[in-house]
């Protein structure tokens, strides 16, 4: 049997003596790799080559700013030299180490976060993702109490492994349930829909009451912790309402359930604060983080636990490995970042361009018919579309509407990279952007917007 394989003009392995164009890149790409949450023959990756600051290259010089931070997770900026000399220094003199060695990277970032993380979260367990610190935060939490069922709300989302996607409340779930038993969903301080109250303070005691009721159909004895997403991500953008935090956290001790917070999304300095949890005044008792620990550059996921749960451990085993746990590669590079977030006044300047973003916002929300709302925490921010006067969401729950692919086309070729999530537009740039930038990026957004005000109803 011959299992030699052939090329031939259409395949593009033969062009990678030289650059590829856009064209060869993205069909080579489509057909020998999936893409994610996609049916791959649908879809149009942007071709990208190069990328520096808030910008975006592609291989006929084309040009985007990155609105989105692709992810939400290139905090810093692309391309930033402190971190790419660490990684190269890094690489020169220990690329990779066997988990079970102490190497100095290990020790220098440990001492770092324990200094950089608020309250006494001081032991990490270090990951390559968000999805997996989730996946042993679970470990963690009923290893700890010796519980079963873990509380989550529908509005969220945690990962794609098989834990973390049980943990994840949005649609992305339903094609791999049942996934895994003792998962109980409740409902956001901000349903899809329904509404617990008009003022913070009703929405808080009114949702509080109803989760100490679930918690009562459940058995708090059973219950090990609850896993939220801070802020809200993908699923809206979702700041929690005024005291929401401290009040979760005081009802979860009441019963001896743990408060995990997943900051993957939301953490290092996306909200105008190093942590989002830090507008509540609360320090929970694990803390998960990825994506602006490394702004992407290399992947690297952390659980912090606090001094109670690292003093069990210290005497039971923690029953969670991989092989690249603490890979010194991507520990040089997030040692690195976190040093340019703080020292060059990133979470501050967040904070400051986070109100320029509001600005641009309510400006926007005047003159366009087609915004329903609009809501952002530092530079952690959407603008959500209605289909009429009404009020109604542009996009029902998982579903479609054909001007959100006009919407998205518009913007790529006027050079603006964002995600266009159900009917959000995102707002989440690099934590480096200027003013002018900003200026720039919502005048896009706004010519984009003509396009939804277009088949507005009413």
Known sequence: MNTTKHTDANHAPHAAAGHMSSREMIDTCKKYSLF?????????????????????YGPEGQRWI?????LMSVNIGHSHPKVIKAIQDQAATLAYAYPGMATEIRAKLSLRLAELVPGDLNTFFYTLGGAEANENAIK?????TGRNKILVRYRS??????GAISLTGDPRRWPTEPGMPGVVRVMDPKPYEFSFGSTDEEIVTNNLK????????????????????????TN????????????????????GILLVCDEVMCGWGRTGKLFAFEHGDIVPDICTMAKGLTSSY?????????DRIAAHFQENVFWGGLTYNAHPLCMACALAAVNVIVEEGMVEHSAHMGTVMRGHMERLAKKHRCIKEHRNIGLFGTIELQKNAAGERLVPYAGSHPVMGKLGTFYRDNGLFTVLQWNLVMCNPPLCITEQQMAESFDIIDRGLDLVDAVFEG
Do not use: C
């Open 298 to 306: 290399l992947p690297l996921g952390v659980m912090a636990v606090s």
């Open 157 to 162: 989302y945690h990962g794609a492994t098989n």
């Open 66 to 70: 990155d609105f989105n931070s692709q």
């Open 36 to 56: 994610s949450w996609s049916a791959t023959g649908k879809v149009d990756p942007l071709p990208i080559v190069r990328a520096e600051g808030i910008y975006l």
């Open 140 to 144: 963690a939490v009923r290893m700890f």
């Open 210 to 233: 109803y989760l100490e009721e679930v918690i009562q159909y459940e058995g708090p004895k059973n219950i090990a912790a609850m896993f939220i997403e801070t802020v809200t991500g």
């Open 236 to 255: 809206g953008i979702l700041p929690p309402p005024k005291g929401y935090l401290k009040g979760l956290k005081t009802l979860l001790e009441k019963y």
